[in-house]
């Protein structure tokens, strides 16, 4: 028997525009579900949006707007993607991170509580856990040790009080170091697959902070999507919190390698004094696995051709210098250029 709705839902995606945001809205049209993504822009593309989707160009901080809509269209999901997803950089930006990634949530979750959603689909980060806590655990404790992960551990803790008082449902993913077509290459903060593509692609030398054995296990983006859109139909996960991504991790260094091989050119290794960051970091999946099958289908090399492909396809991107820093002490130099 599937495990999702074969009734057609009107489903709100919020940072649709962005990288995963636009893949899970692909996967739920693919359903057959109505789909309305509301994003800003600020970190996303609107060439990203799928057609068939109708898009709302606005913010999670506007309460009136989020009103608004929850008034018009009567969802019965909420997939609550957008985010300013920057962990290193969230040090720097702490009230822009909460604003973003927690007061936004909670405008979200009212409305959600007060129109009577199904089901609210949350995606946090491995970044809850903290340090030295691999393979992460669901049922270790979090320790989060930047603005970022205490702002995603705390949406996750409202979604557990708004359960237990008003009876939302919820599913929430700890996605990790997720990658592939439409990301926001240009983005230097975050993503170094996408950062070390659009510096090749510009003929610059990759910047890895430290000595680059810090250790991650890269997740291809067509292995996590389907799992998350299929989740907010599956009552046995609801209540559920979901490690999801890819079991191996690889070194930073590797990671070059393979970037390199992957868009054909070589170039040098620019070493930057190390900052402040979990140096391994990866989770065990094997809830994951038991309650939704899930499985990575797709290597490391394999999904780098692919997200190369794509990105020589589409060519470089400028990046941006962020434009709200709350603090310099501390910030590494080469954020400040």
Request: charged share 20%; aromatic share 12%; glycine share 10%.
């Amino acid at each position: 028997m599937p495990y999702y709705s074969t009734m057609s839902k009107t489903i709100l995606i919020t940072g649709g525009a962005g990288f995963i945001g636009s893949h899970v809205a692909d996967e739920l049209l693919k359903l057959g579900h109505k789909v309305v993504v509301l994003d800003d822009l600020s970190g996303g593309f609107k060439d990203n949006i799928p057609h068939q989707a109708e898009f709302v160009n606005g913010s999670i901080n506007d309460s009136a707007l989020i009103e608004k809509l929850f008034k018009e269209h009567g969802f019965t999901h909420v997939y609550h993607l957008a985010a300013y997803a920057a962990e290193g950089l969230s040090h720097f930006i702490r009230r822009f991170n909460y604003e973003n990634n927690l007061i936004g949530s909670v405008n979200l979750i009212n409305a959600s509580v007060n129109y009577g959603v199904e089901c609210f689909v949350f995606t946090s980060s491995i970044a809850v856990y903290g340090a030295g806590q691999s393979p992460m655990l669901e049922s270790t404790a979090p320790m989060p040790e930047d603005p970022y992960g205490i702002s995603k551990f705390a949406v996750e803790m409202d979604l557990k009080a708004a359960h237990e008082m008003f009876g939302l449902n919820y599913v929430i993913f700890r996605p990790h170091n997720v990658y592939g077509e439409k990301q926001n290459i240009g983005d230097k903060y975050r993503n170094v697959i996408g950062i070390f593509m659009n510096q090749i692609m510009q003929g610059q030398a990759l910047t890895v902070f430290g000595d680059g054995q810090q250790q991650r296990a890269f997740s291809y983006i067509g292995d996590i999507a389907p799992i998350i859109a299929l989740s907010g139909f599956k009552q046995e996960a609801y209540g559920q919190i979901f490690n999801i991504g890819a079991d191996e991790p690889f070194t930073v260094n590797l990671l070059a390698k393979t970037i390199m091989a992957a868009m054909g050119r070589d170039v040098p290794i620019n070493y930057l004094p190390a900052r402040n960051e979990v140096k391994i970091a990866y989770s065990d999946h094997e809830k994951a696995k038991k309650t939704f099958g899930f499985k990575t289908s797709i290597s490391l090399e394999e999904g780098i051709k692919k997200m190369a492909a794509w990105a020589k396809k589409y060519g470089p991107r400028e990046s941006q210098k962020f434009g709200n820093i709350e603090i310099e002490k501390n910030l590494p130099p080469s954020w400040i250029a």
